[in-house]
């Protein structure tokens, strides 16, 4: 069936407003609500047996992956070596016997993850695929297939496929912690608390389109920009920094904000718009120090927080974007909100073709 803009001016745009209903979507396949527990589909191989879990993805799906890496460690306590599909396959890469090796796509296409896929399934790993086109090849020839019900994205730049990912993976690490004796039915409970309360976070995050697209030309006139995170928001921060280049055409790098010193900081000035993604809590501090170390050479910064966190720093900056308070699990899938929405709207600003920006393609089929 053909897909259409309705309201909207892009499929991108209309694909960040359908993230709460997509997501939602998307955790009633994972959560039984009522009983307050995580719900997977019938898995034929023991979890509690797996002791490392190998993740391979490109692009957005990778920076899933990285999210995932923080739940599934700490939940779990299991280890996760994560990869670039690309990187992954000539590496030579350890996998034991009794692994899991998961990949995660969109499209079910891409063809380095596929070659991954293969290559794990060639060693003896057994395959799990998060992917989003049921119809696609990774589904057909995974031993467990996670979909995400996102529905067709157009846009070239992911976005709600994105925190689907997200949502299906923090079921699929509370699953695991809980078959490893990691997790408490109490504890697990709380996950799914938390995660049911993604879709109207996601709104709450929505509610601020108008000021991101009213401070969106100060970014605009950059030639780089920075984003920091830290601890899992840190895959953020990439990502945000990959929206940026993919459709507006302008440099942007994530850095983890700790690591700033050792090199960008080299490049802060007041042309240099640094984003900081910063939700309140135990390691807001620390991010705050960082800031200081921006504001101290000139940098403009832009903080992204909560409102406990824009009162305590956001004095200064050149904008702030609020969030809504969130809990830590789901901060990730609020926070890819703000900053999705900050690379479109610059992208209007430039004028470019946000659908299909330049030297991009939806689905990579070539190595
Ligand atoms: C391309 C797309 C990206 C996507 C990446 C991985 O680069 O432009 O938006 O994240 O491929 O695609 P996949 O379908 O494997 O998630």
């Not at 969030?323 to 900053?339: D, F, N, Q, S, T």
Request: hydrophobic share 45%; net charge negative; charged share 20%.
């Amino acid at each position: 069936a053909m897909v259409e803009k309705g309201n909207f001016h892009h499929f991108m745009q209309k694909e960040i407003f359908e993230q709460p209903t997509v997501v939602a979507q998307t955790l009633r396949s994972y959560l039984r609500p009522l009983e307050r527990k995580v719900a997977l589909p019938q898995i034929d191989f023991d979890i509690s047996a797996v002791d490392r879990i190998t993740i391979v993805a490109c692009g957005t799906s990778y920076y899933a992956a990285m999210v995932a890496k923080y739940w599934f460690e700490s939940f779990a306590r299991v280890p996760v070596d994560i990869d670039f599909a690309s990187e992954f396959r000539y590496r030579e890469p350890i996998l034991t016997k009794g692994g899991l090796a998961l990949f995660i796509s969109q499209s079910g296409e891409t063809a380095d993850t596929l070659a991954a896929l293969r290559h794990c399934k060639a060693e003896g790993q057994t395959i799990a695929v998060v992917v989003n086109v049921p119809t696609s090849t990774m589904a057909r020839e995974a031993d467990l297939l996670l979909p995400t019900h996102a529905g067709p994205e157009i846009g070239v730049a992911s976005t709600k496929a994105f925190t689907c990912q997200l949502a299906v993976l923090a079921a699929l690490a509370a699953h695991f912690a809980v078959k490893k004796g990691r997790m408490s039915a109490e504890e697990e409970a709380q996950i799914v608390d938390h995660l049911l309360e993604a879709p109207a976070a996601l709104n709450a995050a929505l509610d601020h389109d108008e000021d991101i697209k009213a401070m969106a030309p100060l970014v605009a006139p950059a030639r780089d920009v920075l984003y920091l995170g830290r601890g899992p928001d840190f895959p953020l921060a990439l990502e945000g920094a990959l929206k940026l280049k993919e459709i507006s055409y302008i440099h942007a790098e994530g850095y983890a904000s700790g690591e700033m010193k050792h090199g960008p900081i080299a490049l802060i000035d007041e042309h240099v718009p640094v984003i900081v993604l910063a939700p309140s809590g135990p390691l807001f501090e620390k991010t705050v120090s960082n800031m200081q170390e921006v504001a101290a050479r000139g940098g403009r910064i832009v903080l992204i927080s909560d409102a406990e966190g824009l009162a305590e720093a956001g004095e200064g900056c050149m904008a702030t974007i609020e969030m809504p308070k969130v809990h830590p699990l789901i901060a990730p899938l609020v926070y890819a909100v703000p900053v999705q929405l900050l690379a479109y709207h610059v992208a209007c600003v430039k004028g470019t073709d946000v659908d299909q920006p330049r030297n991009l393609a939806k689905s990579v089929t070539v190595e």
